[in-house]
């Protein structure tokens, strides 16, 4: 029996017992709230066999990344039962988990709990319970193109300055003929812009918050950073990029359009380009927190009805077993599966023969520092792991977009943003 029929079979036995099952003798349905990100769609079509296998109908609802933060939040928050299974990250899951919002997952031994990359792992979990499974997982990367460096005469370096990281740009730049020296992130949203803003704030020795929590955003460190960032993007970016997030990069990076983007690595399975080349990413002089650690999980809200089968389609969909149906699919193949998130896949030949990208994206993943140091007095990277942060964070990255944009000047940009800051902060009570 497959596993998939296993954890179909169990399910109904334990919701038969209990007197709940299907009565009609109809399979039940599951509405699962998905990003819209390469992975999670090809996931619809690899998961039409679990609904063969299991009779279990998959109602997707695929929406863009800050609209499923907003939607999901909002529904899980008050138990409105919307969704059964939810896309979630690292900030949210002990947070979630700790508050009662999220079921704790404990999957049967042939899930192999331990395969999942511990860094991953302890992200998504509560005083060492995890409560979202990780589909994939991910750190951030310089993914640039080496015809386009070596036709110019540069190179960019593992851990690179980002003076060296700008003139490499500076170079490979051709609007004229369709090519920008540096694609990245502008669109606004905590997930988004920031996302790659906070690292780069952090290679320059920048943070969110003192060790009081206490907003630090119009320190000297994020102001070089930003300055940094408008100037970067501002000259050797494409125009409109402050409405450009990973999906659209990732269209005009395979469209030849990008001399680099620095993003995350799970972006390799999908370059189309020929010739990409990875490094490590850059920094201003620390190098602690220049490239993130995320994983988009799976996670079962606590006032879905459905909690049973919930828990067996995640433990199917982050399985090996899931893995390797990628792998054997007709429209994938190992270069497609999810990465990040567990050790077999990397050991596998098939992946290993297919993935130049593995080894870059594996050192990324175990470099990234998300601990709480002097420095960065919160756990996390690219964010900070307390609740008040994607209010914090969403209403900074509208700023850091009107800088982009030229509406705003860095400066006026940086002010706006701590008092935002200040005034949440203040309210929640630090």
């Known amino acids: 029996m497959s596993i ?3 954890l179909y079979a169990a399910t109904a036995m334990s919701l038969f017992a209990a007197g709940g099952a299907v009565a009609d003798g109809h399979a039940k349905e599951l509405t699962i709230a998905i990003v819209n990100n390469g992975h999670m769609i090809n996931m619809q079509k690899v998961a039409e066999a679990y609904t063969e296998d ?7 609802v695929s929406l863009e ?13 008050t138990g409105g039962g919307q969704y059964d299974v939810i896309n979630i990250g690292m900030q949210e899951a002990p947070i979630w988990g700790a508050a009662g919002w999220i079921e704790a997952l404990d999957f049967g031994a042939e899930y192999d709990a331990d395969d999942i990359l511990p860094a991953i792992r302890a992200g998504l979990s509560h005083e060492g319970t995890m409560y979202a499974a990780p589909f994939y997982g991910e750190s951030s990367m310089v993914m640039y193109r080496k015809d386009l460096t070596d036709a110019a005469g540069v190179t960019i370096a ?16 051709n609007p004229d003929a369709g090519v920008y020296g540096a694609c990245l992130r502008g669109k606004p949203g905590w997930g988004d812009n920031m996302a790659f803003v906070t690292t780069m704030v952090n290679s320059f020795g920048g943070a969110w918050f003192d060790a009081d929590f206490k907003p630090t955003i119009n320190s000297d460190e994020w102001k070089a950073a930003i300055n940094f960032y408008v100037d970067l993007l501002g000259n050797y970016g494409p125009p409109g990029s402050e409405g450009n997030s990973f999906n659209e990069i990732l269209a005009l990076y395979n469209e030849g359009k990008c001399g680099m983007w620095i993003d995350a690595t799970i972006a390799a399975s999908f370059l189309e380009v020929d010739g990409v080349a990875y490094a490590q990413s850059p920094n201003a002089g620390n190098p602690v927190g220049a490239n993130w650690l995320w994983a988009w999980a799976m996670a079962v809200p606590t006032g879905t009805e459905n909690t049973a089968e ?8 982050t399985s090996k077993e899931y893995v390797y149906a990628v792998a054997t699919h007709p429209d994938f193949g190992w270069s497609k599966v999810p990465t990040g998130q567990r050790a077999s896949t990397y050991a596998h030949n098939g992946f290993k023969e297919v993935a130049g990208f593995a080894a870059a994206e594996m050192a990324a993943i175990e470099s ?5 140091t002097d420095l960065k007095p919160y756990v996390g990277v690219q964010f900070a792991a307390i609740p008040e942060f994607p209010e914090v964070g969403s209403a900074v990255a509208q700023e850091i977009a009107a800088a982009l944009s030229g509406a ?3 400066d006026d940009a940086l002010a706006a ?3 935002a800051a200040e005034a949440i902060m203040t309210e929640a009570g630090y």
């Open 65 to 77: 990344e800050g609209v499923l933060r907003e939607q999901v939040t909002s529904d899980t928050a």
């Open 417 to 419: 943003s701590q008092a």
């Open 4 to 6: 998939k029929k296993a």
């Open 408 to 410: 705003k000047s860095v």
């Open 310 to 317: 919930a828990k067996a389609f995640i433990e199917w969909a």
């Open 158 to 173: 593992d851990n690179d300055s980002w003076d060296n990281v700008k003139a490499a740009a500076a170079a490979m730049h």
């Open 368 to 372: 990234a520092a998300p601990e709480a």
């Open 54 to 60: 299991t009779g279990v109908k998959l109602n997707w």
